[in-house]
């Protein structure tokens, strides 16, 4: 799995067991490979108004397409990228094909995911070079929480409080280092008051006005160094990752698609991507790991909540984190409301 994302970053054609040699069309560095079939994401399918396309119910499935020429990098980017849609407005007619290797195919749109490049791939393409090799079934084995493990941890004062610990995290075949940052002193007799907040470099750094992300991370800082002055205590868990799991590039993708009238769901399904793909279950290994099975969680989202209380996380209160809102993330929170469930007023 390790390779195989540092093959499709640096644009290295990937091949799964019992299935056919897949190039990544973003990032490919074979200028002559071509081949007669393209695997999208079924979202991606609808905007290119396939004729047989199917039930675009699951807007990341892949779809498997072709057309009356084959394709070639210059011909497929434009197909794979919805940014280049206004300057490149013709494209096809294409076909929908059937997907003999369907578990690979899903398995790749996945890969693509967590490479953070567009998920669109030339099947099978003649003069691309060797493929990295793998099989499906890895990607649950990287995905396993059990490979998490503590790396280190250091004393860490911080703005909001000067008696804080922090803790690193991180699986040996996985790049991301994931971190808890612990405020007061750690006790088995009151649960904490957790926040899962997942990295967004715009937000958190850059102090980005079209989310909410930088005002809640400082916000919640606050309510435990509240806590901790209490004699409480509370635990941020720093998620890397960024854009709801599709990473930065893809996300700033986003952004543009935003600018163009899309909402945010719209914009992630129109990239061929998830509207939300990030690990829950591995903030509940990070849990594991620190000893704590029982929190009271702060957030407006019922699916925080489910999947860490699947996970084995007991959740004793939910604990409303809404903050103002302003001209530039208005519609990111309504949509936040109305299309991702967020119990927001």
Same mark, same amino acid.
């Given at each position: 799995?390790?390779?195989?994302?540092?093959?499709?970053?640096?644009?290295?054609?990937?091949?799964?067991?019992?299935?056919?040699?897949?190039?990544?069309?973003?990032?490919?560095?074979?200028?002559?490979?071509?081949?007669?079939?393209? *695997?999208?994401?079924?979202?991606?399918?609808?905007?290119?108004?396939?004729?047989?396309?199917? %039930?675009?119910?699951?807007?990341?499935?892949?779809?498997?397409?072709?057309?009356? %020429?084959?394709?070639?990098?210059?011909?497929?980017?434009?197909?794979?990228?919805?940014?280049?849609?206004?300057?490149?407005?013709?494209?096809?007619?294409?076909?929908?094909?059937?997907?003999?290797?369907? %578990?690979?195919?899903?398995?790749?749109?996945?890969?693509?995911?967590?490479?953070?490049?567009? !998920?669109?791939?030339?099947?099978?393409?003649?003069?691309? &070079?060797?493929?990295?090799?793998?099989?499906? +079934?890895?990607?649950?084995?990287?995905?396993?929480?059990?490979?998490?493990?503590?790396?280190?941890?250091?004393?860490?004062?911080?703005?909001?409080?000067?008696?804080?610990? /922090?803790?690193?995290?991180? +699986?040996?075949?996985? /790049?991301?280092?994931?971190?808890?940052?612990?405020?007061?002193?750690?006790?088995?007799?009151?649960? !904490?008051?957790?926040?899962?907040?997942?990295? =967004?470099?715009?937000?958190? /750094?850059? &102090?980005?006005?079209? =989310?909410? =992300?930088?005002?809640?991370?400082?916000?919640? *800082?606050?309510?435990?160094?509240?806590?901790?002055?209490?004699?409480?205590?509370?635990?941020?868990?720093?998620?890397?990752?960024?854009?709801? &799991?599709?990473?930065?590039?893809?996300?700033?993708?986003?952004?543009?698609?935003?600018?163009?009238?899309?909402?945010?769901?719209?914009?992630?399904?129109?990239?061929?991507?998830?509207?939300?793909?990030?690990?829950?279950?591995?903030?509940?290994?990070?849990?594991?790991?620190?000893?704590?099975?029982?929190?009271?969680?702060?957030?407006?989202?019922?699916?925080?909540?489910?999947?860490?209380?699947?996970?084995?996380?007991? /959740?004793?209160?939910?604990?409303?984190?809404?903050?103002?809102?302003?001209?530039?993330?208005?519609?990111?929170?309504?949509?936040?409301?109305?299309?991702?469930?967020?119990?927001?007023?």
């Amino acid at each position: 799995m390790a390779r195989a994302i540092d093959a499709l970053r640096h644009g290295w054609p990937i091949a799964m067991d019992g299935g056919p040699s897949l190039l990544p069309v973003e990032t490919a560095i074979a200028a002559n490979a071509k081949a007669d079939r393209m *695997l999208i994401s079924s979202a991606r399918a609808a905007t290119l108004k396939l004729t047989n396309q199917r %039930d675009a119910a699951a807007p990341h499935a892949p779809v498997l397409i072709r057309g009356a %020429d084959s394709f070639d990098l210059q011909t497929a980017l434009p197909i794979a990228d919805p940014a280049l849609d206004l300057a490149n407005p013709l494209k096809g007619p294409f076909k929908a094909d059937a997907i003999d290797w369907q %578990d690979n195919a899903v398995a790749a749109m996945e890969l693509a995911r967590i490479a953070g490049i567009l !998920p669109a791939f030339l099947v099978n393409p003649v003069d691309a &070079g060797e493929a990295e090799h793998l099989a499906a +079934s890895d990607l649950d084995h990287w995905s396993d929480t059990i490979n998490l493990a503590i790396a280190t941890r250091a004393k860490l004062p911080v703005s909001a409080s000067k008696d804080a610990q /922090i803790v690193a995290f991180r +699986s040996a075949d996985d /790049i991301r280092e994931h971190v808890a940052l612990i405020i007061g002193e750690q006790s088995s007799e009151r649960e !904490p008051l957790v926040r899962l907040h997942s990295e =967004c470099l715009t937000g958190d /750094i850059l &102090g980005s006005l079209k =989310c909410d =992300c930088g005002p809640q991370l400082d916000a919640a *800082l606050a309510a435990m160094a509240d806590q901790a002055d209490k004699g409480g205590w509370g635990i941020l868990l720093y998620m890397r990752q960024e854009g709801r &799991g599709i990473g930065l590039v893809n996300k700033l993708r986003a952004y543009r698609l935003q600018d163009q009238g899309f909402d945010t769901v719209d914009a992630n399904q129109r990239l061929g991507l998830p509207d939300e793909a990030r690990d829950f279950p591995l903030a509940a290994r990070m849990l594991d790991l620190l000893g704590v099975n029982a929190i009271r969680l702060m957030t407006n989202n019922p699916k925080k909540v489910a999947a860490l209380e699947a996970a084995g996380i007991t /959740i004793t209160e939910r604990v409303q984190h809404q903050l103002p809102d302003n001209p530039h993330n208005r519609r990111y929170l309504e949509t936040k409301r109305d299309r991702s469930g967020h119990l927001l007023t």
